[in-house]
């Protein structure tokens, strides 16, 4: 399977939003639901790796999912909004590696 550009996953989310009249939800909306997907995040990641586990009767969980719902609803945000997330990511690429240069002790320091 080839791999999926940002590009590309903004073009699969809008195509599966556009097929609904209701269309996107509005930005405040989608803060709320990508809200609600961290809380289920978390929840997994603290039956997994932390120290609260699962019941024995819930089902099991995944992270992997629950991150793919996350990237899902912030990619309906920056559709709804008409924001690249390819620019915004190089853009942020470029302030963490200006900002934060040396903030970090870099592997090859040692």
Known sequence: ?????IKEMQKDVDDYISQFKEGYFHPMTLV?????????????????????PKRAEEADGSIALELADMIFVITCMANSLGIDLEEAHRAVMHKFNTRDANRWTRKDAE
Not at 1 to 5: E, F, H, N, P, R
Not at 36 to 52: F, I, M, P, S, W
């Open 32 to 52: 709320v639901r990508l809200t609600e997907e961290l809380g289920e995040l978390a929840r997994e990641v603290n039956h997994t790796h932390g120290q609260k």
């Open 1 to 5: 399977m080839a791999d999926l550009t």
